[in-house]
């Protein structure tokens, strides 16, 4: 009925006029600006005939757009219920905090909240919406904005750990700019779902520029009351300008890298490069210049073949690693040493040796107090039993896991996961006072008090 109210409508008009502009084969075609113009319940019960229409398998007046119309047919071809919503199972807290910490779109958020939730510009301003950033599988990883849209979306499952895949949820501002990787507008009844009609939401796809790997995407969301026609530029332009910034910082990490690489480079005999985690090049000897290496998935000290070089040994950088072409009839570099000074205020430092040279940093005392833990337990501690040795709080793992990733950023291949340990292979010295008093005097952490006065400590159990 509602469908047919559209289809007499629009066929008295001829020209699509009522929220629709003319397709290339006649048939008018869903405009946004239109339609937000139009009453939001007059708006939405359009929509609704058009997706009648096109899921029954019969013509109306308006055709849905291009990008709408795909992911039905996507979703069709699927077989997703469009009158039942499907909600797969959250994520555990650990889980979700594991892939916060693991996620380039962490340090982004300010960025992201400074142009969607605080600031916004005029197509947000005064408009009742939240912020959603997603990861690559869809999965719901922050949200911020107005508390009673929050509330509701809280009701609607559109909450942090949730999956909001196209291919789970059907056609949506998260999931289908995934599939696209384009930006995505979604107004009521384009959602695919019946029960996500009350919603409006645009999207858009963030992918990290040094590799073209799609990282997540950023999602704006709120009741019908919210439709703008610019609300999709809004979000697309906040997503480019989050990709600037890692660009921006990929470029400051390199030349950070090619800093500490230019005198390793000046003394290794023959052909080497310095790279990033990604094998973007800081810098070359003996060779000519590349923009970048293909490297293992998981690259770690040692001997590799690379597509591009042949027989290489790959030995840590801070931020990358020196890649040192091998002839066939050369020996083998020496192994890794790292050497860890822990012998008082201001001396906590770390030094990295291999056969082209080292390398020294400064270490924080937070970061002092995790290599020096790992130091003394060759096996490997987990993320729980480093907090208990660091906090005296197991469950303070993402802290935890965020600072080794900043410690394993810094040390390069040396430092290994799951366990976090030091790689096998890498010669690991620490350099102590002859007083155990003296071993990182400042730290309160339960594992070093424990290293530095064992009897006090057993007395105090």
Known sequence: ???????????????????????????????????????AREAALLLKGVREARLGGGRSALAPRADIAESWRRMLGAGVDPDRDHRAGLLTAE????????????????????GLVAGGGAAASGLRHVMVVADADGRVLWREGHRAVLRMADGHGFEPGADWAEGTVGTNGVGTPLVTGRPVQVHSAEHFVASHHAWTCAGAPVRDPRDGRLL???????????????????????????EAELRNRHFAALARLRAVAAPVLCRVGGRALAVDGHGWTAGVTGMAPVDRLTLPASPAAGPVRLPSLGACVLEPLPGGWLVRVVADDGPPPAGTRVVLDVGGPG????????????????L???????????????????AAELAGDVFGDPSRTVTVRAEMSRVRRTLGGVLAHRPYRFREGVEVVVLAPPDPAGVLPGSTAPAVRALRAPERAAEGR
Not at 22 to 36: E, I, P, T, Y
Not at 364 to 382: I, K, M, T
């Open 1 to 39: 009925m509602v469908g047919g109210s559209c289809r007499g409508e629009h066929n008295g008009g001829g020209d699509g006029s009522r929220g629709g502009t003319v397709g290339k084969a006649g048939q008018a075609v869903v405009d946004m600006s239109r339609l937000a113009a139009m009453d």
């Open 95 to 114: 889980e979700l905090e594991r892939r916060r910490a693991a996620s380039p779109l962490r340090e982004l958020l300010p960025l992201l909240r400074q």
């Open 216 to 242: 997540g995407a950023v999602d704006v969301s709120g009741p019908l009351a919210t439709l703008h026609p610019a609300t999709p530029l809004l979000v697309d332009s906040v997503a480019r300008l989050a």
């Open 347 to 362: 001396r906590a430092r770390v030094e990295v040796s291999g056969a082209a040279g080292g390398w020294s940093h400064e």
């Open 364 to 382: 924080s005392p937070r970061h002092a107090e995790l290599l020096y833990v790992l130091a003394r337990s060759p096996a490997g501690r987990s």
